[in-house]
């Protein structure tokens, strides 16, 4: 079957830190731009982070830069976003989406775009 899951999403203290890991199954992920994108109540899905396939170059939301790191791990077929100092504003649903054709600048761009997968979400929820 072919899809994308996430996982690692919770409950944290604000600065505190989680690391989300987005696998794919029926497909490699290496020969895709992945993005990370998350979506509060009542506000747009917006793109957190992306890397591009081939060159690895990556795209943060000026929100988290400093803050996420997005990472490949190409023997589990899996990417990787680690958030650390988190904020309350950060709690959202977490999605990671899969593209072919997009490098990571422009993925970063276009959060409402008809990516090739997507996944069905892991929340995050930052609260003392």
Known sequence: QVQLVESGGGL????????LSCG??????????VGWFRQAPGKEREAVSC??????????????KGRFTISRDKANNTVYLQM?????????????AADSDLEAQTMGVLPRYKHDYWGQGTQVTVSS
């Open 24 to 33: 794919a199954s029926g497909f490699t992920l290496d020969y895709y731009t």
């Open 84 to 96: 650390n100092s988190l904020k309350p504003e950060d709690t959202a649903v977490y999605y990671c």
């Open 12 to 19: 944290v203290q604000p600065g505190g830190s989680l690391r």
């Open 51 to 64: 890397i591009s396939r081939g060159d690895g170059s990556t795209y943060y939301a000026d929100s988290v």
